[in-house]
């Protein structure tokens, strides 16, 4: 009776463990923030709402958006038609953390954007961000998703 206790118990441990390859989640998470800026600067919205979960919660502004993906496609087609990016380049590496068991990360991120858009008269304007945002991605059935983003922005320095 023993025997079959203990097994049941090994079992049971092992499979409360989830086998993670940090190394390699890390990795995951590095090309889904490499993405973020080739979404960007080939303006493909499709591209950039691929990793976003349906729906994603934002957070911005001392407000809670929680937009489905079909809702985030139309905000960024909009947005990328609308601007012309000169800079969407990191401003420090991302920092990046992953729980030990692998089935959340959160990554910080430190941006500077420049872009062009067109006014309601008609005119070229120049626009210089620095933004600051915090991700929170959970693995789902063996891939990173992006759950929810938290982000502050200012002007940027001259």
């Known amino acids: 009776m023993r025997k079959p206790f203990l097994a049941f118990l090994l079992v049971a441990l092992l499979s409360g463990c989830a086998s993670t390859n940090l190394d390699a989640d890390r990795a995951a998470l590095q090309?889904?923030?490499?993405?973020?800026?080739?979404?960007?600067?080939?303006?493909?919205?499709?591209?950039?709402?691929?990793?976003?979960?349906?729906?994603?919660?934002?957070?911005?502004?001392?407000?809670?958006?929680?937009?489905?993906?079909?809702?985030?496609?139309?905000?960024?087609?909009?947005?990328?038609?609308?601007?012309?990016?000169?800079?969407?380049?990191?401003?420090?590496?991302?920092?990046?953390?992953?729980?030990?068991?692998?089935?959340?990360?959160?990554?910080?991120l430190h941006k500077r954007v420049r872009l062009t858009y067109e006014d309601d008269a008609g005119e070229m304007q120049e626009d210089h961000t620095v933004f600051a945002w915090m991700e929170a991605w959970e693995k789902i059935d063996g891939t990173w998703t992006l759950m929810a983003v938290a982000s502050t922005d200012r002007p940027g320095e001259e």
């Open 31 to 108: 090309a889904f923030h490499q993405q973020q800026q080739t979404a960007h600067l080939t303006y493909d919205p499709a591209l950039f709402a691929a990793m976003f979960n349906d729906p994603l919660i934002q957070l911005n502004g001392g407000r809670i958006a929680i937009q489905t993906t079909e809702e985030n496609l139309e905000r960024f087609a909009g947005y990328f038609g609308s601007v012309t990016f000169q800079e969407w380049e990191d401003i420090e590496p991302p920092r990046i953390r992953i729980s030990n068991d692998g089935s959340m990360a959160y990554a910080i």
